[in-house]
Nanobody
């Protein structure tokens, strides 16, 4: 699976962005898809994930503000980010897994939230 993330940019606090992650391959629907982020000087953290049936999980820091979704017909997963905060500034990555570990990663897209 090859992943291509897009949609990052510069936004003011309180604004919104939607990230997209397009996947290659015919078995996209079988993968659990996740969004991760890494801020400068910090480790990578999971933001949200979505399974085959649409079940989702979110980091506490983004609950109620971010929404992950997927369109299996388009082989794409989305991350709608609302009410953005400066602390959301990071490089965002999408990833895919079949079993326990994320084996496939996209190249990352920069999100910068100004105060």
């Amino acid at each position: 699976v090859q992943l291509q993330a897009s949609g990052g940019g510069l936004v003011q606090a309180g604004g919104s962005l939607r990230l997209s992650c397009a996947a290659s391959g015919r078995t996209f629907s079988r993968y659990v898809m996740g969004w991760f982020r890494q801020a400068p000087g910090k480790g990578r953290e999971v933001v949200a994930d979505i399974n085959w049936g649409g079940g989702t999980n979110y980091a506490d820091s983004v609950k109620g503000r971010f929404t992950i979704s997927r369109d299996n017909g388009k082989n794409t997963v989305y991350l709608q980010m609302n009410s953005l905060k400066p602390e959301d500034t990071a490089v965002y990555y999408c990833a895919a897994k079949r079993e326990r570990t994320y084996d496939f990663w996209g190249q990352g897209t920069q999100v910068t939230v100004s105060s």
